[in-house]
């Protein structure tokens, strides 16, 4: 899927969106690792973090993935982690994000 | 504590803290921040905020421990502490209103509910002031708390406040109503602790030294406080 996806931020929060974008591609980074090695429990911390931020900073669907993530992980159902892993890096290579006041 | 209130930010995410941080410092509040209970409480006793944001998901269950810690603890039981998590668990919320959390929020964070929330904390924050003195690791503080006075005879009187003291524990209770009785003047001392009611704890306190003038006023006063 490479349609773009367009979020809306509150303009207030501008300032911190690319630390919080850096953060999350280091996720993806440390996530790639964890998911070879298959260590369930730094998944499910980095997704449960995920699925608090996430939302919290305007991106809804990335808070979505993260909290099925962590589930996955609490679960240890790796197919299912795969899948949210994969939702997560497609969302985050494709958000359009435009700045509006709320 | 004068100036600008301060808000303790408790969160091992630290993406969280810099956006509650953000939130807050635009409301004109100053921060601080600890992703750990134990360096929170560290910063509790060098500097006593006004509000407390907690994380209840900290790593070991120390959000609840902290939470407990405050709430067990005199000199900061009366601050705000307003509780973040993102799980979805009526049983912990439950725990963590039970432990004494000012107010829970699930994340994600709305902006707005946590300024409004943070807006009620500084308003139940401000009938407080509290400064620290510390002396060879041991906590000394005074503390300026509102209360009510009742049931009150020449030898002592009914304390209700925030507060649980105990006998060790120094007090002086000002009063209008003191000030007519000619009480003022009057030393204090902690008697026992009568248990909860509702408003705050009820305290025993003795008068020491009344005077003969002020305890016939006492006795021939018709009303209680």
């Known amino acids: 899927m490479s349609n773009k996806i367009s979020v809306s931020i509150d303009i207030e929060l501008k300032e911190l969106i690319p630390h919080f974008l850096e953060s999350r591609t280091k996720d993806v980074i440390n996530l790639t690792t964890l998911i070879t090695n298959g260590d369930f429990k730094a998944i499910e911390s980095i997704a449960h973090k995920l699925s608090g931020n996430a939302g919290s900073y305007g991106f809804m669907p990335l808070g979505e ?3 099925r993530m962590e589930t996955a992980a609490k679960a240890k159902q790796l197919d299912a982690i795969k899948v949210e892993f994969e939702k997560m890096k497609d969302y985050l290579n494709n958000i359009e994000i435009t700045y509006v006041t709320l | 504590m004068a100036g600008t209130p301060l808000v303790l930010i408790i969160d091992d995410d630290p993406d969280m803290v810099l956006l509650i941080s953000k939130i807050l410092t635009n409301m004109g509040l100053e921060t601080m921040s600890a992703s750990k209970s134990d360096k929170a409480i560290t ?3 060098s500097r006593v905020p006004t509000i407390i944001t907690l994380d209840i998901d900290l790593a070991g269950a120390n959000g609840l421990n902290f939470l407990k810690y405050t709430k067990k ?3 900061y039981a009366h601050i705000p502490v307003i509780v973040f998590t993102a799980q979805t668990s009526p049983k912990l919320e439950a ?3 039970e432990f004494g959390a000012f107010k829970f929020i699930k994340k994600p964070l709305v902006a707005n509910a ?5 807006k009620q904390a500084l308003k139940q924050a401000e009938s407080f002031k509290l400064e620290k003195v510390f002396n060879d690791g041991e906590a000394n503080g005074i503390v300026t708390i509102q209360g009510d006075v009742t049931e009150i005879s020449e030898l002592s009187f009914t304390l209700i406040s925030s507060i649980k003291f105990s006998p060790k ?7 209008s109503f003191f000030q007519k009785m000619d009480v003022q003047g009057c030393s204090q001392r902690v008697n026992s602790h009568l248990g909860a009611s509702e408003g705050g704890f009820k305290t025993l306190v003795s008068f020491v030294g009344i005077t003969d003038t002020a305890a016939k006023q006492i ?3 018709k009303k209680k406080v």
């Open chain 1, 65 to 67: 993935v993260g909290k």
């Open chain 2, 169 to 175: 524990d120094k007090i002086e209770v000002t009063s």
């Open chain 2, 95 to 97: 725990k963590a209103m």
């Open chain 2, 73 to 75: 603890n005199k000199f």
């Open chain 2, 114 to 118: 946590l300024i409004m929330i943070a």
């Open chain 2, 43 to 45: 910063m509790l006793h």
């Open chain 2, 219 to 221: 006795r021939s006063c």
